[in-house]
């Protein structure tokens, strides 16, 4: 007489579901990276993606109602050289009592053209990018700005004043070579410590 077949040990049926477990984890990054590091990368990448004003005006991000939501349009671009952070420090600023603001929300999509150029341009020369010296300014900060136009790009939010820690020449010479392959449509303009890059669609350089 056959004896009763013996129920499954409940601790062998725990360690088969988290073997199970594990196994799927490093299915969803490809069968050579163990899980662990999934795990690791994904709570690495939610750290990353909180936006720290550490050091930014307290006044000024009292200001700002809209931080949190343009950092995640920024961080949406996947820009491999320029970090919401920076985007958003160009911002910061005053002039007398007169404060910057961040663009207007239907202008947001306006820098992204603008941004992806300065990135490339980043990589072509390999040099980080130093500062994001100016982007968008509202009409009252920049009627503020020495030498500034009134019809100035960067109060459509498409032009941005940016440093490297190499010559300006260099990064203008970088971006023309860009533009003259197609990659972005605008103006470039040598300064004696930045670059002025903007995507307004004509070709124009000074």
Known sequence: MNSPQAAPVPALQNRRQVLGLLAAG??????????????????????QAKLDLTGLPGEWIARETELKGYADFLASLK???????MVIEAHAKRRGNVWNTLPPKRMWRNIAPTLRAIDLVSTEVGQPVKELISIYRSPA??????????????????AVDVSFPVAASVIAQAARD???????????????????IDTRGQNIDW
Request: charged letters at 20%; one cysteine or more.
């Open 141 to 158: 900060y920049n009627a503020r700005c020495f030498g500034a136009r009134r019809g100035s790009w960067h109060q459509t939010n498409v």
């Open 26 to 47: 490093a299915a969803l990054v490809g069968s050579t990276t163990p899980a662990h590091a999934f795990f690791f990368r994904r709570r690495e990448a939610e750290k």
């Open 178 to 196: 860009l533009r003259s392959k197609g990659h972005f449509s605008g103006g470039i303009g040598r300064y004696g410590s930045f670059t002025h």
């Open 79 to 85: 820009l491999r050289n320029i970090t919401p952070r």
